[in-house]
Each structure stands twice: as C-alpha cells, then as structure tokens.
C-alpha cells in the first residue's frame, strides 16, 4: 500500500512588482510588508514572526535567506521610554500623520509615528509645522524616497530591502484636507484684511467729515472769534387796578391777563422797528463794523438792511416765559457799555410801546363818554329855555301856582256871592222890600257871577288875551317834563364818564422791571468748549444719517 506524502501547505504572498527580483532558483518566503511610520516600532516584527513559518519547513536556513545582514532598527530602552512619553502627550492623527510625511521627506527611518515624531525633533525639525504639497515632489521631477519595507524573517529580524522607486503623492483625503485648511485660511485672511481696509475707510471718512470740520470750529472759537459781551435784563409787563368782579376776576394777578400784552412788546423788540430806532439813536450797526470784529460777525460798511436786521436778530434775543409771564432779553455788544446802553434803549421802547398800546383805548372810552355828556348836556339847557319862554309868553311863573290863585280868586267870589245872595234872599223876604237897597244888591250879584265866570274861562277857554291857563299848564308841564327827562339822562352821562374815567384808568399797563441791566465784566461769548462739542455732534449725526440713508439706499438697488 503506497502512503501520499503528507506536505505542509504555506500561504505565501507574491513579491512586489517595483521591488528587487529575488534570487534565480530561490523559492520565496513569506514576508510581512509594512509602510514605515503606519504602526508602533513592535507591532510589525510581531505580525511578521506570527505569519512566518519554522525554520524546519523552510528550504533553506534563516541564516541563509539570500540577504545581506542588516543589523535590526530596534528602538533602545530611552527611545522607547521617549515614544512613550510622546504617545501620553495625546497627539491627534493628523499630526501623527504630518510628522509622518515630514519624517519621509527628510529620510528618516522611523518604524512608527511616534518614533517619526520622536526622530523629527532630534533633528531639529518641527514634526506638526504645515508643509506645503509642492514640497513633497520636486518641481525638475526627481523622485521624493519612497517609503521603507520593512521585512521581518522567520528569526524575527527586521531587514530593510531595495526601497521603491515611485513617487508617492499624498491620498486624495490628505489633499482636500490641506486644500480646506488652505481655503479657510485664505478666507480668514481675506476677511482681516477686509476688516482692516474697511475700518481704514472709516476712521478716513470720519476724520475728513467730522473731526477736521470741528477742529476748524475749535480753531475759530478758540483764536479768530471776536470776544462779546451779553447784557441780561427782565421785566414784565402788569395792569395798574385790578379787574371788576365777575368773570375777568377769574384771570385777575396771573400771567394771562398780560400775555396779549407782553407778547405785543416781544414782537417789537423784535421787529425793523426797534433796529431802525435803536441804530438812529445808539448807532447799533456802527459797533459791528470795522477791523475789531472777525471775518464771520462784522457787518460790511456797505450792508443793507436786511443784512443789518439779521445782525440784530442774532445779537438780540427776546423771549417770553408764558408760566411767569416775564420777557427776558438779552443784548449782546462787542463793548459792556455799549451792551447796557442798548439795553436801556429797548427797555425805554418797551415802555412806551406798552403806553402807545392803551392809550388810544383809553382815548376811546373817554371820548365816548365825553360826546354823551356834553349831549346831555346840550339838550338839558334847551329844555331849560324853552320852559322859560313858555314862562316868558305866557307871564305864567308857574301853572300850578297860577291855578292856585285863581282857584282862590273863584272861591273868595264864590263867598261873596253867596253872601250876596242871602242878603238879597232876605230882603225879598220882607212884606214890602225896599227896592233901592235891592237893586245894588242885585248888581253886586250879577257882577261877582260875571267875574266868577271871567276867571272860569280864563283856566279853561282861550281869548283874545292869549292862551288859556290849561294850554299854558300843559306846555310848561311838557317842557318841565322834558327838562327833568333831560337831567336824568345828563346824571347817566355823568355817571358813565365817570366809569370810562376808571375803567380808562384800569386800562393803564406799565412796565415793572424786575432785573436791571447790568454791564457784564468778563466776555460772555464766544463759548468756545460748548460750541465745539455741539458742532462735533452735529457733524456727527449729519455723518451718520448721510450714511444710514446711503446704505439704505444701496440695499434697496442691490436687492
């Protein structure tokens, strides 16, 4: 019986194209192959004596593989006490990696990436510093050394064979992840250097647009402005009684019973009037004009009145306080005498403004009053006159007393009558009267009848002799009447000019001046700290709002 033989199979793996051919009639022996820096020093040499075979199976000895010796690249105990030290420092894998191409491109013969590191900073170079792609390849086309083989035999030695001549370019993750980390920095450096050019453009705008127009305000106020001094003066304007009562009491004492007034005066002050006036007078313009003054505040020689009425208006300030009901004015002049002196003049002009005011309604009222008493007056006389030619052509005195007398006349005849006639009844009574004593008796009869009856119609029937006592009773009663009519309405007259006298005298307005002007002693203006920091924020804002509305603008066009 025939036994196969028993032969023990081996994997073995085929030799690398690009590396050494082995030797002729030399079976090939299993090999681990590792890139130098991809695994720690021991990891290889472990793998490589784990998949090779004994020494019994192999045709020919480990001491003769066809190799020249090569002493193994074991690391020592301090490198590895060092590899150590360098993994605790917890380095990521893309350093690891970075010190692993920066190792190769200096031919150092690291057997890991911590050995590379290790190997790197003996050298003096620093294993994570970013090296560009280019200078892995040579730009004449020289090949970069290749990375090593490292070969382990069956002994466990680790020899180095023939290294490849090809050039290794870095993976395509290793190239876009320097390509990204490029990117990112190009842009980062791209934005500081917007950041930069754009914050240069605006400290140049904000230095041509608001800090060198306020240090020329600054230099104006500081060194050209013309020194001037303001006059302060308050005063107000009140009533000389108060108002009757009734609802005008309800304003008596406050401020709104003068606000008409006051704001009349203001409005003067203010006016061509009062400049033209106060120039005529005080020679207002002619302080302005001249060398002493600077460029910006003196008044041309030749300057017309417009130019001259906005000189005023600046110079001048007036302005009512409708809570207190005080005009407070302000007069400034290149001088402090000339500052008082105008001063003074306006508040003159004040005063008689206020005068000429109420004058003309108090010249109303008086002269109303006036007309109608002297009227009443008039008609009163008239009256008067004609109750006395009445009295005149008639002869009466008086129709009541003219009555009276003839009443009395009536009655003394009446008695006598009576008398006259009882005598004559008496006589008649006798058996044989005597007739010659009843014919005077008789005759005294008929005459006291005819004279009774003389009187009676004169009180009652006009004649011949003129107008009967009742027609000149009722003309002098009517005149009379007419004359107590006309004193009557003359009282009224009296009485109402009187009123307009009081309420002529209520309408006086004066003016009280509550604080004097006083020339000031040291320069009032120019304000020159104040004013810059008003002119600084106004080319500020006029900056910002130029700007908001430019952006604004711009989004608007782009979007």
Wanted: proline share 6%; aromatic share 6%; hydrophobic share 40%.
């Amino acid at each position: 019986m025939t036994t196969k033989l028993k032969v023990r199979r081996f994997r073995t793996r085929r030799p690398d194209p690009v590396s050494a051919p082995a030797a002729p009639n030399v079976p090939h022996r299993a090999e681990v192959v590792s890139v130098a820096g991809r695994a720690p020093g021991g990891t290889a040499a472990r793998l490589a004596a784990s998949m090779a075979p004994s020494g019994a199976d192999l045709p020919f000895a480990a001491e003769d593989d066809g190799l020249p010796d090569v002493p193994p690249n074991v690391p020592s105990d301090n490198a590895a006490a060092e590899i150590d030290a360098i993994r605790r420092e917890g380095l990521t894998g893309r350093q690891l990696r970075m010190a692993r191409r920066l190792a190769q491109a200096h031919n150092l013969p690291a057997t890991s990436d911590f050995d590379a590191v290790r190997l790197l900073r003996k050298a003096g170079v620093d294993p994570f510093q970013r090296t560009p792609l280019l200078e892995l390849v040579n730009t004449d086309g020289a090949q970069q050394p290749s990375r090593a083989l490292a070969v382990t035999d069956g002994g466990g030695a680790q020899r180095l064979p023939a290294t490849i001549s090809p050039i290794q370019l870095p993976s395509t993750e290793v190239r876009a992840e320097e390509s990204h980390a490029a990117d990112i920095l190009r842009i980062q450096r791209d934005i500081v250097r917007r950041r930069r050019r754009r914050l240069g453009s605006l400290a140049l705008r904000l230095f041509f647009f608001v800090t060198l127009p306020t240090l020329v305000v600054a230099w104006y106020y500081f060194f050209v402005a013309t020194p001037l001094y303001g006059t302060h003066s308050e005063f107000v304007i009140q009533q000389a009684e108060p108002v009757a009562p009734g609802l005008g009491s309800l304003l008596a004492g406050t401020q709104f019973a003068t606000a008409q007034d006051s704001m009349s005066v203001q409005g003067y002050l203010q006016s061509r009037d009062a400049m033209t006036r106060l120039n005529a007078d005080k020679g207002f313009t002619g302080a302005f004009e001249g060398d002493k003054i600077d460029f910006l505040q003196r008044l041309p020689a030749n300057a017309s009145a417009d130019e001259a009425y906005s000189l005023y208006q600046r110079n001048v300030q007036i302005a009512y306080d409708p809570t207190e009901g005080i005009i407070k004015m302000e007069v400034i002049a290149p001088t402090p005498a000339e500052s008082e002196a105008f001063s003074r003049a306006l508040i003159g002009y004040a005063e008689e403004q206020v005068d000429a005011m109420t004058k003309r309604l108090r010249e109303d009222q008086m002269q109303g009053a006036r007309e109608s008493l002297a009227d009443a007056e008039q008609k009163m006389l008239e009256a008067q006159q004609r109750v006395v030619d009445l009295q005149q052509k008639t002869k009466v005195l008086s129709s009541e007393v003219e009555v009276q007398l003839l009443s009395a006349q009536i009655t003394e005849l009446s008695t006598l009558l009576a008398q006259e006639k009882l005598s004559l009844a008496q006589m008649e009574s006798n058996a044989n009267p005597n007739v010659a004593r009843m014919e005077p008796v008789k005759r005294r009869i008929a005459t006291l009848e005819q004279q009774i009856q003389d009187l009676r119609d004169r009180m009652t029937q006009s004649g011949d002799q003129g107008q009967s006592l009742a027609e000149v009773q009722g003309e002098l009663l009517v005149a009379q009447a007419d004359v107590q009519t006309r004193q009557l309405l003359l009282a009224q007259a009296v009485q109402a000019m009187e009123a307009a006298r009081v309420e002529a005298n209520r309408q006086v307005r004066y003016l009280s001046l509550s604080v004097s002007p006083i020339a000031p002693d040291t320069p009032t203006y120019p304000r020159a700290w104040q004013n810059t920091a008003v002119a600084f924020l106004i080319f500020a804002g006029i900056y910002l709002m130029i700007s908001m509305t430019v952006a604004i603008l711009r989004e608007q066009v782009t979007a």
